[in-house]
């Protein structure tokens, strides 16, 4: 019988991302440990390759194809199949209420055994801010919808996620999740605090802190990059916006969007046809799916203009590179840029934080970095230490190897 098994939806192995990271972070991380991982997907039949090796300690690997319908009009409950091929497993360990957190609810009524949530992004918030699509690629807002039916939908979707995570609330012997914004949000929904704790992610800082010192654009090109997916949550059009007026201000400055492009090609369209009609097109680059890492060094400030995250791995890395970050005030990004503890906030800020949706405040801050080297470099200085101090992967490991070790048996 294997120690654990991980429950995931969409990301390990096939996507480059937070969650997958994470994931890898952890298999690597108890090499001791022997785990299982079963992937959903609502994308059945799409070719994928794997991202990342399997380390040796993960025993078995579950491809695990979701069916389902996004009418509303569809049965309440949502079912999924138990099979032979579930990996078996001292303890389960679901990294959604989603689909993912549904079937550790079965599991563990159908095998008798412990069952662990851990919420890295809240989905039923995520929909009702705008995401039009959960991890394991079913869009809750079909492509082509008629406009009039997008309230119903996202209502219908977020009353569901809702329900599920309630669900997974009360079946789950262990609740974690990565900022303190998140767990708010989970009591809300009634997680008990008795059974509930903030893990935060971590980053590898030894492997992106800079070798040299660092100051703010060397060769006099400030360089001003968006990191992540192409898609409406993180919403690239008040980035690209907040691009037009930091150009009017820095004739000289160059703009990158550094992130996969597929996940919403309508979106990506209305991204790349608002930077040309802002006379952007030969200053803004997509790169499309790339390895973000070598980018921080090269970029002068990281800018998330998300309507909703986590704690994203995003601004850990940048942080950890030396690269002041300017992000939007939600989920746990506060923490990140201002500290969480007030022994972490002495550090100073890494950055700025800006409102949702306010490309002048964005430019605002991001011109602030590039003018003043001094708090430049303080920012630099904060984010690095911070990672280094409170976000490493050993501190992370730990917490989780704790928290198995009260459930393997």
């Known amino acids: 019988m294997l120690d654990v098994c991980l429950i995931l939806e969409g990301t390990y192995p ?42 040796p300690n993960l025993r078995q690997f579950v491809d695990w194809p979701l069916d389902l319908d996004p009418n509303p009009r569809c049965p309440e409950d949502t079912y999924i199949t138990l099979n032979a091929n579930l990996p078996q497993a001292r303890v389960y360990h679901a990294l959604s209420t989603g689909f993912a957190g549904m079937l550790g609810c079965q599991v563990k009524k159908a095998s008798g055994r412990p069952l662990i949530l851990t919420e890295h992004g809240i989905y039923w918030r995520e929909v009702e801010v705008g995401s039009t699509e959960l991890e394991c690629g079913f869009r809750v807002v079909p492509d082509g919808q008629h406009r009039i039916d997008l ?56 492997a992106l802190a800079p070798s040299a010192f660092r100051s703010p654009a060397g060769d006099g090109v400030p360089r001003i990059g968006f990191v992540g997916r192409v898609v409406s949550i993180k919403d ?61 060094r090269r970029l002068d400030a990281v800018v998330l203009t998300s309507v909703s995250e986590g704690q994203p791995l995003v601004l850990l890395e940048a942080m950890a590179a030396g690269t002041p970050i300017v992000t939007t005030a939600v989920g746990g990004c506060p923490e990140l840029v201002l500290g969480a503890s007030s022994r972490d906030q002495k550090l100073g800020p890494a950055g700025y934080l800006t409102p949702v949706g306010n490309p002048q405040a964005t430019a605002s801050a991001i011109l602030n970095l590039c003018r003043n080297k001094e708090y430049w470099q303080q920012a630099s200085a904060a984010g690095q230490e911070r990672a280094r101090r409170y976000y490493s992967t050993g501190r992370l490991c730990r917490a989780y190897r704790a928290l198995y070790n009260k459930f393997i048996n």
Not at 24 to 40: E, K
Not at 163 to 182: E, K, P
Not at 265 to 274: E, G, K, N, T
């Open 151 to 206: 309230q119903s939908l996202r209502h219908h979707w977020r009353v569901k996620l809702q329900d599920m995570a309630q669900q997974t609330y009360r079946q789950a012997d262990a609740i974690t999740t990565v900022c303190r914004a998140n767990a708010r949000l989970q009591t809300t929904l009634g997680a008990p605090s008795s059974r509930s704790q903030v893990i935060s992610n971590s980053v590898d800082w030894p």
């Open 14 to 55: 096939y996507l480059v991302g937070g969650v997958s990271a994470w994931v890898q972070t952890l298999l690597t991380g108890l090499p001791d440990l022997t785990f299982g991982l079963v992937h959903l997907s609502a994308d059945e039949g799409q070719a994928k390759q794997p991202q990342y090796p399997f380390p």
């Open 236 to 296: 690239v059009l008040t980035f690209i916006n907040a691009c037009q007026l930091v150009a009017a201000a820095l004739p000289q400055a160059e703009f990158y969007v550094i992130g996969p492009l597929h996940h919403d090609p309508a979106y990506v369209a209305r991204c790349r046809a608002l930077a040309a009609d802002l006379g952007l097109a030969d200053r803004l680059t997509f790169t499309g799916e790339t390895d973000s890492r070598p980018w921080y």
